[in-house]
């Protein structure tokens, strides 16, 4: 379906009511439970750059294995600095591609996460396996591919569904021995 301007005008309509609704919900809540939120709103520019991150940068991997966060829209979205970031990814506690442009910059998945900035359980664990043979697009375009060793779920669909993390280790190691034979 080709989006049309007013179909992507009522969808940013909606989510902005979405958010207002959603937001006015989780505001309420942490007052019933006393939460001081005054930091958390101090600068709503902040919050709402963070609000945003997950939005599809218009890269053309973004239809098979994205959308993406980019380096500023991880920095937002963990609240850590770059140099927490790439740590992360040098210790395998973030999934990350980089890109082939100039600058070699960095697209860190959104499915890698759940609601929270937590790796999904065992996101890490497949990914470990499925990179020893394998440069990150290619590993994370098998995350996102039915695999019929987990009834033609994809194994990120398998796990954030709370799944047995077994069976996409295994999957994985099927994979990453195929790959390198």
């Known amino acids: 379906m080709i989006a049309v301007p007013g179909d992507v005008d009522d969808r940013v309509a909606a989510l902005t009511r979405a958010l207002a609704t959603q937001l006015d ?11 001081d939120l005054s930091s958390a709103l101090d600068d709503p520019d902040v919050l709402a750059e963070r609000m945003i991150a997950a939005l599809p940068l218009g890269d053309p991997y973004d239809a098979l294995i994205g959308p993406f966060y980019d380096m500023q ?3 937002g979205f963990l609240g850590i600095t770059k140099n927490a970031v790439v740590k992360r990814l040098r210790a395998g506690h973030l999934i990350g591609c ?3 442009n100039a600058s070699r910059s960095w697209v860190f998945p959104t499915w890698q996460f759940g609601g929270e900035p937590v790796l999904v359980d065992g996101m890490a664990e497949a990914w470990a396996i499925v990179t020893v043979d394998a440069d990150p ?6 995350m996102c591919s039915g695999n019929a060793g987990l009834d033609g ?3 990120v669909a398998w796990l954030r569904a709370g799944r047995p993390v077994d069976d996409v280790v295994a999957a994985a190691r099927r994979t990453a021995a195929r790959w390198s034979a």
């Open 137 to 142: 697009w290619t590993a994370a375009a098998w």
């Open 73 to 75: 829209g991880i920095i």
């Open 98 to 100: 980089q890109l082939a």
């Open 25 to 35: 919900e989780r505001v309420r809540r942490a007052q019933r439970r006393g939460v």
């Open 153 to 155: 779920t994809t194994p």
